[in-house]
């Protein structure tokens, strides 16, 4: 109540509305008026006009507080899209150069100082296009909604944005869905606003900015979907840059779909970072992407547990792990019931991990004896160099390890990976990351992979990538079994679950518990110490922190937020705060009408 309160104050006080804090009702007259009817506007001053509007609303958001009361994990207020943790063309941190202010990075001034300042912003804003009442309330802005998966740590999120957007008259409602149901209807589109996050993929920040490409999978924003798919209102000039690129008053598609293009084809180091620097600038400047704040990865790690190592990206590691020195089996919980355990059509971290646990790719993430995190070698006998072609091209040969077999014994060949690869590319797929294979040449249907015999595969690049090898460690690069993906199904049934990795799935008792069990056919299986790993499915925090105080799981992913200062005091070497690169943020439905 008191946020509630102190930004009614600053709101008066834009208005003139009060004088030594003893707030005065204003005349009817004295209610700022819109500049422009919505049926006056052309379609750029109408998507102008709403990017503007959703500027304005993230500015009304206090990130201090919801990072302080709310989340208190050790995140950090957002100011950008891109987070702390990617490193620019200068060592600086991206989001530090990001943004045109010289005063703050990135987008949004989160520092606490700022908070009135942007609301005072917000509120002139907000002015220009409703009606405000004699209480400095907005009286026209359309009912929102605002959809969130079931925890209770969103919701308590998503209620102080209600309150604060309550502050200023706006209604915005709380829809909560089950996780899968969740992530198809924000797929869909079918929301107004909606909470998301978004995890790297590999530490590279274009991983950030290609999702949002008009065809990607990931683009629940609807960028150049739905009527945005006609807009014509964005420009692009790369001249700047020294590209003969430049459109005024396009598409989504011919602009920043060719950004990413762009950006994905420059193998100059610097200009590669100024041009991602203008996809992000192009992509804040929509206001579609309200970051909150800078993930940390909370969980709870009993101190029995021996072995384990998670990564920045939020995958977790457990084949080498022991339980009191036993290698038995440990029981963990990562989420609720996965939609698909399929590496090429999974887009969510939990699934990430199960995946990451089962199958073996070219490459793998790993810890060298310091315990720093490493790419390395994993089916692969080497991770290679490639070699530059005549035309820029650039072609690797990778020879495979002797006596790879699939789970059911089957060997493992070159032609796996040529097929995984090509399919999980394939416009047919159709696959939230088949957007990931673009660097290689002949994206989407005529992808340059080749089986050359039965352990040698050849991939052909449209240049040199830095991140290559760590996208090699991503599960859609990851080997899929061809005979057995022929069945659509064949991802959520243990019977029909053929894997190559460290663990293979025995048993799958829907919405209650996977079990996966030691894979004697992978190919390092001797440094396998853990026989069997049960994963139970659910996102209750509270059933998951009672199972971990009795001891029953070893590991959570989640933790009640009301139990955090408790957790940090209680269990100060088992509560772990990791490094996460990662944003939490509120995305808009950018065909959401949002004029009065």
């Known amino acids: 109540m008191k946020k509630l309160m102190s930004l009614l104050l600053v ?11 003893a707030p005065a009702a204003p005349a009817a007259t004295e209610a700022p008026a819109t500049e422009a009817a919505p049926a006056e506007m052309t379609a750029a001053e109408k998507a102008a006009a709403e990017a503007e509007i959703r500027y304005a609303l993230g500015l009304l958001f206090d990130r201090n507080y919801i990072v302080e009361a709310i989340a208190q994990g050790g995140q950090v207020p957002a100011s950008a899209f891109v987070p702390m943790g990617m490193i620019d063309a200068d060592g600086n941190e991206f989001y530090k150069n990001a943004g045109t202010s010289d005063e703050f990075d990135g987008y949004y001034n989160v520092a ?18 409703y009606e405000v009442d004699a209480n400095g309330m907005f009286t026209n802005f359309p009912t929102l909604t605002y959809l969130y998966n079931t925890s209770d740590a969103h919701k308590a999120i998503g209620e102080y944005l209600q309150s604060a957007l309550a502050g200023v008259g706006i209604n915005m409602q709380m829809e909560n869905q089950e996780w899968n149901t969740f992530l198809n209807t924000r797929k869909d589109g079918n929301f107004s606003i909606a909470r998301n996050g978004w995890v790297a993929d590999y530490t590279d920040p274009i991983c950030f900015l290609d999702m949002w490409v008009s065809a990607s999978g990931n683009n629940d924003i609807q960028f150049g979907k739905g009527a945005h798919a006609d807009l014509a209102v ?7 840059l020294g590209y003969d690129i430049k459109v005024e008053n396009g598409t989504w598609a011919e602009t920043y779909d060719v950004l990413i293009s762009t950006i ?25 992407v309200v970051p909150l704040y800078f993930y940390t990865d909370l969980y709870m790690l009993d101190d029995s547990v021996e072995g384990f190592f998670s990564i ?26 996965p939609d698909t355990l399929d590496p090429a059509l999974n887009s969510a971290v939990d699934g990430a991990t199960m995946c990451a646990n089962m199958f073996a790719g070219l490459a793998k993430w790993a810890q060298d004896d310091a315990g720093n995190l490493i790419i390395e070698a994993d089916c692969a ?3 290679t160099e490639g070699v530059t072609n005549d035309d820029g091209t650039v072609t690797y040969t990778y020879t495979l390890k002797d006596g790879l077999k699939w789970s059911n014994g089957d060997a493992l060949t070159a032609n796996d990976f040529a097929f995984a690869w090509k399919r999980a590319a394939s416009s047919a797929l159709g696959a939230d990351y088949g957007y990931m294979f673009e660097v290689v040449k002949g994206y989407p249907d005529d992808l340059a992979v080749e089986a050359i015999d039965e352990k040698t595969l050849t991939v052909t690049l449209n240049n040199a990538v830095s991140y290559w090898n760590e996208l090699m460690a991503f599960p859609c690069y990851f080997p899929v079994h061809e005979a057995t993906v022929a069945s659509e199904s064949w991802a959520t049934d243990p019977s029909t679950y053929i894997c190559n990795g460290p663990y293979k799935m025995t048993a799958w008792e829907h919405d209650a518990m996977i079990t996966l069990t030691k894979n004697e056919n992978y190919h390092d299986a001797d440094s396998v110490t853990m026989n ?41 070497e088992e509560f772990v705060i990791a490094g996460q690169i990662g944003t939490y943020y509120v995305c808009w439905n950018i065909n959401e009408p949002l004029l009065p």
């Open 11 to 21: 709101l008066a006080m834009v208005l003139g509305l009060v004088a030594c804090g």
């Open 112 to 129: 606490p100082e700022a908070l009135e300042a942007n609301y005072a912003e917000a509120y002139e804003i907000l002015c220009k296009y």
């Open 234 to 240: 964005y420009n692009l000039d790369l001249t700047d």
């Open 264 to 288: 994905k084809s420059c193998t100059d180091n610097t200009t590669r970072f100024a041009l991602m620097h203008k996809a992000e600038d192009m992509l804040m400047a929509t206001g579609c």
């Open 312 to 337: 920045p990206l939020g995958y977790k590691y457990f084949s080498g792990t022991t339980v009191n020195g036993s290698g038995e089996s440990i029981s963990v919980c990562l989420s609720s019931e």
């Open 381 to 383: 006998e080497a991770l």
């Open 532 to 572: 069997e790993l049960k994963v139970y499915l659910s996102d209750d925090q509270n059933n998951m922190l009672t199972n971990f105080k009795n001891g029953s799981w070893q590991l959570i992913d989640d933790v009640p937020t009301n139990e955090i200062p408790a957790l940090k005091v209680d269990f100060p």
